[in-house]
């Protein structure tokens, strides 16, 4: 019988408890022995079915020789980076989907775990059930990754898409993607890009093999965003989706940043709708790949947090180093970034003319929205100084 702790019992915690009890035998298959919760670490006891387990002192799981993988899903950074360094320190694996913790600390745990010779593992940060961070580090570990970029963020594309499909406010769509699990405890995080930003932080860390702050990434929200800005979008052949990139600079720097975009329809990322993720990595031998599934949700971030356990306990001690170093060298504004810009304007064609030059005329009434030529954000924004900006996006240029 193979042991195991779960550090918190939300929305996460509560699918890995399910995953391990629903799927025990294909579990036990695959392990050659039975897995088994023998601990839940919580703040206050409730009852239920894992009431016997639960356990307010983080010692006894700690202490126990017994228990082989912690499962952290506490979130943020206090008491999961004390817990999780206690954990690796006692020579257990940790598992997380806590996506914050591994941006900003990630480098310290990783270097942590190398040295007690365990693993800490964390699929389930990017991309809720979808497999991207194995496949990033191992199936493509030939490549040079020049650019990752993807809707990362389930709660904001299952927003967007019920504004657009159903004219639902964005407040109900929130209360929605909150009810459905998919939201942060603080769902600022997820409608402001913080945990965008996040996600595109450990792609970019994993993919460069740089710490990449998140304090130095830009990260914007769909909060700004205008149902009015997404309908002329739409009518041009564009769809607007909130998406985090990381891109390889032709002068050797790296960059990141979190916008809404437009993005032409006939590119795969258009159509991704509803709580799904879409992460398109490009490397220089395999071109472009794209991942696909549902980003959020109890079950399938539970599908990654468990796999990753069965993971930490099958893999070699050998297994491929996935850490990375502190430093943050390299680290560019992606204001240096050239694409193309969407403009919505108080104004007329003449006065997007005289700033840009040429443009492509998206709608004229009363206000103007526009795309001009390919440019970069700092010569967009010193450009349209002196227009009446009413909105202004990146296009995703293929
Ligand atoms: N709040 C996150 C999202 C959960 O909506 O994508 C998964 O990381």
Redesign the pocket.
């Known amino acids: 019988m193979i042991q195991i702790a779960i550090l918190g019992l939300g929305t ?1 915690g509560g699918g890995v408890a399910k995953v391990v009890a629903e799927n025990a035998k294909q579990i036990e298959r695959k392990l050659g022995e039975p897995l088994q919760v023998k601990a839940v670490l919580v703040r206050h006891f409730k009852d239920g079915p894992y009431r016997q387990l639960m356990t307010d002192d983080f010692s006894k799981i700690e202490e126990d020789d017994s228990i082989r993988v912690v499962v952290e899903t506490i979130g943020g950074v206090d008491a999961a980076y004390t817990y999780t360094k206690r954990a690796l320190s006692a020579g257990k694996h940790v598992v997380t ?1 806590n ?1 914050q913790l591994v941006a900003e600390r990630g480098f310290e745990l990783l270097a942590l775990a190398k040295r007690k010779n365990v693993h800490y593992l964390f699929e ?5 059930g979808i497999p991207v961070l194995h496949p990033l580090t191992q199936c493509l570990a030939a490549n040079r990754i020049d650019e990752v970029c993807g809707i ?7 927003i967007l898409t019920r504004m657009v499909r159903t004219g639902a406010f964005f407040s109900d769509a929130l209360r929605e ?1 909150q009810a459905k699990g ?3 405890a603080d ?1 600022t ?2 409608v402001e890009g913080l ?2 930003g996040r ?1 595109i932080c450990i792609l970019a860390d994993l993919a460069f093999g740089h710490q990449i702050d998140p304090k130095q990434v830009p990260m914007e929200g769909i909060s700004k965003l205008s149902l009015r800005d997404v309908k002329i979008a739409q009518r041009a052949g564009y769809r607007v989706k909130l998406l985090g990139r990381a891109l390889r600079l032709p002068g050797g720097g790296r960059t990141a940043y979190v916008a809404p975009h437009l993005i032409p329809e006939d590119n795969p990322i258009a159509g991704v709708e509803d ?1 799904f ?1 879409a992460v398109l990595i490009r490397g220089n031998a395999v071109g472009e790949v794209m991942f696909y599934g549902r ?3 109890e079950l399938p ?1 539970a599908s990654a947090c468990v796999s990753d356990v069965m993971e930490c306990l099958q893999a070699s001690p050998k297994r491929e180093d996935t850490g990375w170093p502190a430093a943050d060298e390299g680290f560019e504004d992606p204001a240096e970034l050239h694409t193309r810009h969407y403009f919505r304007i108080e104004g007329s064609l003449t006065d997007a003319a005289m700033a840009f030059g040429q443009v492509e005329v998206l709608s004229e009434d009363g206000e103007t929205a526009f795309l001009t030529d390919s440019l970069s954000g700092r010569d967009a924004a010193r450009q349209s100084r002196s227009l009446n900006v009413l909105a202004c996006m990146r296009v995703l240029d293929g």
Do not use: H, I, Q, R
């Open positions: 996460v989907a996506k389930a940060s990017v991309g809720g990362l963020n389930g709660t904001t594309n299952y993607a998919y939201a942060e769902p995080a997820d945990d965008a996600k709580v993720n980003g959020a949700g971030t």
